[in-house]
């Protein structure tokens, strides 16, 4: 994938690392350790929410926002064809819809926007993208989400995992070590592939898919990198992230950024690494496992299936 030749013009700042006054005192991040006798764990609070509904709204009020959706048009495609790979559903629900990524690729499925996550009536398919990674909650929102499913509903959703924008976290790491002395995290921790299985068990949900994508998009530089990142409303918001970035070692960054990475036409590319997700609410009519030791055949007879074959079947 290819960034629109629209966007290619320097033009980068910073203003989603400064940091309000109002906010400067309380920088508090929870820890998930359970309070002594407790048994249930406390929820992290990692990202500033507040601060990431001023990005995203900042985002929305550009001229011409919608010459950032290219990576989320491109992941509600993909999200759509696995719509279509599962029975049709009379309604489905999609959160964090934005402008319509997945429905402008459905024609078969009644689709219903909605901004709140409970509701009085339940759905019987639902989407959900690319804002997953964002909630400091997210055991409980997928709790919620399995929630409101009807039994035997599908919860399809997509988020970033935790390659997505490796090439600028270490350019920023390697210049800030060299410059500075150390390094602070300028890019939101992600979950990785192998918990996130883990979490949709835990809330409920069976019949579990997860499989992972990258998209590659090129890119003139570093800092129009950052400017898509920024027109798309993905700056960083986590609590301990860093409030000032000093200008030689975003110049630093941006060198080591293109001599490691740089394409043979010279433009640099940034990876977004997606997870894909599956998962169903349990009924009844659902396909279930065999009881252990049902099986009439073992795997160790499969060496003999040629003998069992007919002739003139092996020869075809």
Known sequence: MVRPAGLWRLCWRP???RVSAEHTGRREVTSGVSPRGSTSLRP?????RDLKRKQKNWAARQPEPTKFDYLKEEVGSRIADRVYDIPSFPLALDLGCGRGYIAQYLNKVYLFHCRKLLESSSKSTLQKMLCLHWVNDLPRALEQIHYILKPDGVFIGAMFGGDTLYELRCSLQLAETEREGGFSPHISPFTAVNDLGHLLGRAGF???TVDTDEIQVNYPGMFE???DLQGMGE???SWNRKALLHRDTMLAAAAVYREMYRNEDGSVPA???IYYMI???YHESQARPAERGSATVSFGELGKINNLMPQEKKSQ
């Open 279 to 281: 998962g169903w609410k």
């Open 271 to 273: 990876t977004y690494q």
């Open 44 to 48: 992290l609070n990692i990202f500033d």
């Open 235 to 237: 700056s960083n918001c």
């Open 225 to 227: 990198l950052m400017e």
């Open 206 to 208: 069976n019949t579990l």
């Open 15 to 17: 203003w989603a690392a």
